[in-house]
C-alpha cells in the first residue's frame, strides 16, 4: 500500500512560499524518489516541466492529495546546498517580500538552474596543434585581420580557454572554430581553476594598529566561535587590505574559508593576485564578468573546500561554503552592494545576516561608513575598529576647495587648477581628475532655436559621445545615447525643429574633458577610465595597470577609478563637479557625495611623494562641505546623523519603497493609490484592536524623480515607522490582495526593503 510524502519546492513565479508537491513511496517494491531537502527536482507546472528547490519535506499537506500533483523526477541524491543557507534563503524572502523562488535561483549558478549536473569536471583550453606550430602569419591572408589576431594570441602554444580569449580579443569564436576544423588547434579538457605561480610574496608587517585589528578579530577561538561584527574604518591608504589578510591567514591556519565581497568587478583580478601572492594559494573570483562554466567552477570548488577563499562582487553573498570562518565587505558604504532590479537585496545586510546564521565574525571595512553601520556602531551593535594613519611613510593628502565663483572656467577646469596640474606634472607626478559625467556633453542643443536631444523613451536628454577618424580629423562625427536606458541614435544633421545644421555640445563629459587636456598638455600621456573605455573584459585591469606602473601622466575618469586602486605616482587629485551633491532632492546624496569626495582624494599622496587634493565649487561656506574638509569624515558623519535624527530618517526610521510602472500615464498612480487605501485600512483596524503601539507614515503616492524611464511612468508610494515589525506585518497582509487585484495587471511593481536610492 503506498504512503506517501510532501516536498515543499521553491519554483520561480510570484509565490512567496514553497508549492507541495506528492512524492510517493512504494513499501512494496521498495523504489522511492530519493528527494532531499536542499537538493533540485523537475516538477509539473501549468503543462510544462520547471525546476524546483526543495526547502523541506513534510508529512503533511496544505492541499488536498488528489489536487497535489507529484515530482516529476529528483536531480539531486545529496544536498547541494546546507540547512544554515536555505534559513538565510528564508530569511531574505520574508524580509525582502520576494518570491521563495525569485531568491533561490538567484543563489544558484545559471548552469544548475537549467539542472546540469552539480560536479564540474573540467573547462575546455584551445591550443596549437603540432600541424599549427608549424604555421605561420604568412599562412594567413594579410585581409584577415581577425584570424591574424587570433593566430598571433596562440603564438608561444599556451593554453587558452574561453575566458582567456575574452580578455585578449573580440569576435574570436568563428576564427578559432576554422582553425580546429582545419587542424591547427586542438581543443582539450582541462582543470575548470588552473594551477598557478604565486609571485614572491612582499615583505610587510602590520604596524601595531593594523595587528590590533586583526587581533581583535581572529585573537582567541572564541571570537572565531561566535558571531560577532566589527566596523573596520581605516583612512584611505592605512592598509586595510593588509588587515584583511592578516585575518585570513589566520582563518587559513584554522583549515576554514573566507568569503570576501568587493563592490566592483574591476577591482577583482588585482585584488585576486594581490591575494594569491600574500597567501600562497588559490583563490576564487566569482562575479557577473565571468562566463557560465567558470561561474560554475568557482562556486564547486568553494562549496567541495577545494579552494579556502572567494573573492566576489555582490552576488557572492550566495554560495555555500564546506568551512566557512569569516566574512568580509570591503567598501562596506558602496551603493553597488543594494540590487536594484528584481529581487532587490543588500549584501551588505545579507552577510551580517549570513554570519549571524554560521555564528562566526564578520568584518566590514570602509575609509567612509555609511550612516547606517556608524549607527550601529555607535549603539553598540557593531564593534568599532580605527586605522587613523596611512601605512607606511605616507601621508594624507591635504584638502582645498578652490572657489571657481566668478573664475574663467575653460571645460570645467579653472585656472588654479591648470597652474596645479602643471606644476605636479613638472614634479614628475601623476595628476587625476575626477568627473563622474562620460561622454563628450550631456547635452546637443541647436544654436537657433534651442532645441536639444531628448530621448524618445525617458525624460532626460542623451548624451553626445564624439567618435574620432584619423582619416577625417576636423569631422564632427558621433552618435547620442541616453544614460538611463542606453538607447542609441545617430547625431542628426539638421536640427528636427527649424532645420538648422549648426548645433551647440553643453556641459563637460570625461571625453571632452580628455580632448581637452590633451591640447593643453600635448607631450603628455592621458588615459580615461570610464564605462566606454573599460568595456571589454580585462580592459580595467590593463588601464589601472598602466597607471600604476608611471605609464600615464594624466588619469581622466568618474567614479570606477575612486575604489581601491593604488596609484602611488599620483600627487594631485582634481575634482571638478561635486556641487549636485549638497542640493539633490535624495536625503543620502550629501552622504554620498561626502564618501566620493574621500575615496576620490585617497587616490592621492599613498607613497613618499605628498600629495594635494583641489575640489572645485561654487558653494565653498557650505557647511557640510567645509566640515568634511576642516575636520573630517568622522565630524561629517556626526553632523549628517544629527541631522538625520532630527528629520527623523533612517537609521533612526525604517523604510519600504513600493514602486510601480506602467505604460499608460494614470495606471501606476491609480495601483498606488489602491494599495495605500488597503494598507492604512488595515493599520487603522489594527491601531483600533490595540494591536499596535506606533504609527506608520504613508508618503504619496508621487510619480518618481525621473517620471518616463525606457517608455513606462513610474510613481512611488513610500512606507516608514519606528518599528521594523510593524512595516513588515503589514505588508505582508496585503500581498495576497496585491497579486488578486485587476490593477497588478497593467503594472510592474515591485518592494524595496531600506532603499537606498529614489530614482
Not at 510524502?5 to 524518489?33: C, M, N, R, W
Not at 590633451?518 to 597607471?547: C, H
Not at 521594523?724 to 488578486?740: C, F, G, K, Q
Request: hydrophobic fraction near 35%.
Amino acid at each position: 500500500m503506498p504512503t506517501f510524502k510532501i516536498a515543499k519546492v521553491a519554483v520561480p513565479g510570484p509565490f512567496l512560499f514553497p508549492l507541495d508537491y506528492l512524492l510517493e513511496t512504494d513499501l512494496l517494491s521498495g523504489q522511492q524518489p530519493q528527494a532531499v531537502v536542499g537538493g533540485r527536482v523537475w516538477v509539473p507546472f501549468r503543462n510544462k516541466k520547471i525546476l524546483g528547490f526543495v526547502m523541506a519535506i513534510s508529512d503533511s499537506a496544505d492541499y488536498e492529495l488528489s489536487k497535489i500533483k507529484a515530482v516529476t523526477e529528483v536531480i539531486d541524491s545529496k544536498p547541494i546546498l546546507g540547512l544554515k543557507q536555505i534559513d538565510l534563503l528564508n530569511w531574505a524572502s520574508h524580509y525582502y517580500h520576494e518570491p521563495i523562488g525569485e531568491v533561490v535561483m538567484a543563489a544558484l549558478p545559471k548552469r544548475l538552474r537549467a539542472g546540469e549536473d552539480v560536479e564540474i569536471n573540467g573547462m575546455q583550453y584551445w591550443r596549437l596543434s603540432v600541424q599549427g606550430q608549424s604555421k605561420t602569419l604568412d599562412d594567413i591572408s594579410k585581409r584577415a585581420l581577425r584570424q591574424r589576431a587570433v593566430f598571433n594570441a596562440f603564438s608561444e602554444n599556451q593554453l587558452k580557454s574561453e575566458s582567456d580569449l575574452n580578455a585578449e580579443l573580440e569576435n574570436w569564436r568563428s576564427s578559432v572554430k576554422k582553425f580546429t576544423e582545419n587542424g591547427w588547434l586542438e581543443s582539450t579538457y582541462g582543470p575548470c581553476l588552473r594551477e598557478s605561480d604565486y609571485p614572491n610574496a612582499p615583505n610587510h608587517t602590520l604596524n601595531d594598529a593594523q595587528q590590533a585589528a586583526v587581533n581583535a578579530v581572529t585573537g582567541n577561538k572564541v571570537n572565531c566561535a561566535e558571531f560577532k561584527a566589527y566596523l573596520l574604518e581605516g583612512i584611505t591608504g592605512s592598509g586595510k587590505t593588509e588587515v584583511y589578510l592578516g585575518m585570513i591567514q589566520t582563518m587559513l591556519e584554522q583549515n576554514k574559508q573566507v568569503l570576501v565581497l568587493v563592490p566592483e568587478i574591476g577591482l577583482t583580478p588585482q585584488m585576486v593576485s594581490r591575494f594569491e601572492a600574500f597567501l600562497q594559494t588559490r583563490v576564487a573570483a566569482l562575479h557577473s564578468g565571468l562566463n557560465d562554466s567558470e561561474r560554475h567552477c568557482a562556486w564547486h570548488l568553494i562549496r567541495t573546500g577545494q579552494i579556502k577563499v572567494l573573492l566576489g562582487t555582490r552576488s557572492a553573498i550566495f554560495t555555500p561554503f564546506e568551512n566557512l570562518g569569516l566574512c568580509i565587505i570591503d567598501e562596506e558604504h558602496d551603493l553597488s552592494y543594494k540590487q536594484q532590479e528584481g529581487f532587490r537585496y543588500s549584501a551588505r545586510d545579507m552577510i551580517v545576516q549570513r554570519a549571524f546564521r554560521e555564528k562566526i565574525p564578520v568584518v566590514l571595512g570602509s575609509a567612509t561608513p555609511s550612516l547606517e553601520t556608524l549607527y550601529n556602531a555607535k549603539t553598540g551593535r557593531y564593534q568599532h575598529l580605527h586605522l587613523k594613519q596611512r601605512a607606511g611613510v605616507a601621508k594624507l593628502p591635504s584638502l582645498k576647495l578652490l572657489d571657481i565663483r566668478g573664475e574663467k572656467v575653460q571645460e570645467g577646469v579653472s585656472r588654479p587648477l591648470k597652474t596645479a596640474m602643471t606644476k605636479h606634472l613638472e614634479n614628475h607626478g601623476q595628476v587625476l581628475l575626477f568627473l563622474n559625467r562620460r561622454g563628450f556633453a550631456p547635452v546637443l542643443m541647436c544654436h537657433e532655436c534651442g532645441w536639444q536631444a531628448a530621448c524618445p523613451s525617458c525624460d532626460a536628454n542623451m548624451t553626445f559621445h564624439r567618435i574620432y577618424d584619423p582619416n577625417q580629423p576636423d569631422a564632427d562625427l558621433g552618435y547620442l545615447q541616453c544614460h538611463h536606458c542606453d538607447e542609441q541614435l545617430a547625431k542628426p544633421s539638421c536640427c528636427p525643429s527649424c532645420g538648422s545644421e549648426e548645433f551647440v555640445k553643453v556641459g563637460q563629459g570625461t571625453e571632452r574633458l580628455e580632448e581637452t587636456i590633451q591640447e593643453w598638455f600635448p607631450d603628455k600621456r592621458i588615459l580615461r577610465v570610464d564605462r566606454d573605455t573599460t568595456r571589454l573584459k580585462g580592459s580595467m585591469a590593463e588601464l589601472t595597470g598602466k597607471a600604476q606602473r608611471g605609464e600615464t601622466d594624466i588619469l581622466i575618469g568618474t567614479q570606477m577609478l575612486a575604489k581601491g586602486h593604488d596609484f602611488p605616482n599620483v600627487t594631485l587629485v582634481g575634482l571638478l563637479d561635486i556641487d549636485q551633491g549638497l542640493f539633490s532632492a535624495d536625503y543620502r546624496a550629501s552622504e554620498r557625495m561626502a564618501q566620493l569626495i574621500l575615496q576620490v582624494s585617497g587616490r592621492a599622496g599613498r607613497a613618499e611623494k605628498p600629495g594635494e587634493v583641489l575640489i572645485q565649487t561654487h558653494h565653498p561656506d557650505h557647511p557640510l562641505l567645509t566640515t568634511l574638509v576642516q575636520k573630517g569624515y568622522s565630524a561629517f558623519s556626526e553632523k549628517a546623523l544629527e541631522e538625520r535624527q532630527k528629520a527623523k530618517l533612517p537609521p533612526y526610521k525604517y523604510q519600504i519603497l513600493i514602486r510601480a510602472e506602467a505604460t499608460q500615464p494614470n495606471d501606476g498612480m491609480a495601483f498606488l493609490h489602491s494599495l495605500k487605501a488597503g494598507l492604512e485600512n488595515y493599520w487603522k483596524q489594527w491601531q483600533e484592536s490595540k494591536l499596535v503601539e506606533g504609527n506608520i507614515d504613508f508618503w504619496g503616492p508621487v510619480s518618481a524623480p525621473m517620471l518616463r524611464r525606457q517608455g513606462r511612468y513610474r510613481y512611488q508610494l513610500m512606507l516608514q515607522s519606528s518599528n521594523r515589525a510593524d512595516l513588515h506585518r503589514l505588508l505582508s497582509e496585503m500581498h495576497p490582495h496585491i497579486y488578486n487585484s485587476p490593477l497588478t495587471r497593467k503594472v510592474r511593481w515591485s518592494i524595496d526593503v531600506d532603499p537606498q536610492e529614489m530614482y
